[in-house]
C-alpha cells in the first residue's frame, strides 16, 4: 500500500490548523469565467510555499480535498471490464491492471489545496502515479464500449467519490 500522499494529507491538515486557516472540505470545479493558476508541484512540492503565498495575498479560507481510491470504485471498475467489449488479451492485461490496483484500495491516490483571491482560483494538486494509472484504466475500459448486456452510458466521474 502506498502511504506517500496519506502522510503529506494528515501533514496539511495539521499546518492549515497550525496556520489558523479555515478549511472548506469540498472538490474544486472552475467554469471557464474564472482564471485558474496551478501551482508548480513538480518543480515546487512544498504545500508550505504555496498555503505561505496564499496568506500573503490575504486568503483565509482553504478548500481542502483528498480522494482515496475506494472498494466501490475498483468494484465498479470490475464489473465494466466484465462487460467491455474486449477481446481476451486485452481483458487480461486490463484485469490484471485492476487487480494490482487493489492494494492501494483506501489510500489516499489525489489531494487538492485551492484559495481564490481577487477573482483568481490558487489551485495545488498532486496525485500518484497509481491514481493515475486507474483513472487510464477506467477510460481505456470505457473506450472499449460495452457488449449488449453492458451498461455503455456510464460516466468516469462516476468513479470518484466526492466525499
Given at each position: 500500500?502506498?502511504?506517500?500522499?496519506?502522510?503529506?494529507?494528515?501533514?496539511?491538515?495539521?499546518?492549515?490548523?497550525?496556520?489558523?486557516?479555515?478549511?472548506?472540505?469540498?472538490?474544486?470545479?472552475?467554469?471557464?469565467?474564472?482564471?485558474?493558476?496551478?501551482?508548480?508541484?513538480?518543480?515546487?512540492?512544498?504545500?508550505?510555499?504555496?498555503?505561505?503565498?496564499?496568506?500573503?495575498?490575504?486568503?483565509?479560507?482553504?478548500?481542502?480535498?483528498?480522494?482515496?481510491?475506494?472498494?466501490?470504485?475498483?468494484?465498479?471498475?470490475?464489473?465494466?471490464?466484465?462487460?467491455?467489449?474486449?477481446?481476451?488479451?486485452?481483458?487480461?492485461?486490463?484485469?490484471?491492471?485492476?487487480?494490482?490496483?487493489?492494494?492501494?484500495?483506501?489510500s489516499v491516490g489525489w489531494l487538492e489545496l485551492c484559495y481564490l483571491v481577487?477573482?483568481?482560483?490558487?489551485?495545488?494538486?498532486?496525485?500518484?502515479?497509481?491514481?493515475?494509472?486507474?483513472?487510464?484504466?477506467?477510460?481505456?475500459?470505457?473506450?472499449?464500449?460495452?457488449?449488449e448486456a453492458g451498461d455503455d452510458d456510464q460516466d468516469i466521474d462516476e468513479?470518484?467519490?466526492?466525499?
Amino acid at each position: 500500500m502506498s502511504g506517500e500522499l496519506d502522510a503529506l494529507s494528515e501533514e496539511i491538515e495539521r499546518y492549515l490548523a497550525q496556520q489558523q486557516f479555515l478549511i472548506f472540505r469540498g472538490y474544486p470545479e472552475t467554469g471557464e469565467a474564472r482564471l485558474v493558476a496551478h501551482w508548480d508541484t513538480e518543480n515546487y512540492p512544498d504545500y508550505r510555499e504555496f498555503l505561505e503565498l496564499g496568506k500573503q495575498l490575504g486568503a483565509r479560507v482553504v478548500l481542502y480535498y483528498v480522494h482515496r481510491l475506494t472498494t466501490e470504485a475498483l468494484d465498479e471498475a470490475g464489473q465494466d471490464l466484465e462487460a467491455a467489449d474486449l477481446d481476451e488479451q486485452q481483458y487480461l492485461s486490463l484485469r490484471a491492471r485492476l487487480r494490482a490496483l487493489r492494494s492501494y484500495e483506501g489510500s489516499v491516490g489525489w489531494l487538492e489545496l485551492c484559495y481564490l483571491v481577487d477573482g483568481v482560483a490558487f489551485l495545488y494538486r498532486r496525485r500518484t502515479d497509481w491514481f493515475m494509472d486507474f483513472h487510464r484504466l477506467l477510460q481505456e475500459i470505457q473506450e472499449a464500449g460495452f457488449d449488449e448486456a453492458g451498461d455503455d452510458d456510464q460516466d468516469i466521474d462516476e468513479f470518484f467519490s466526492r466525499n
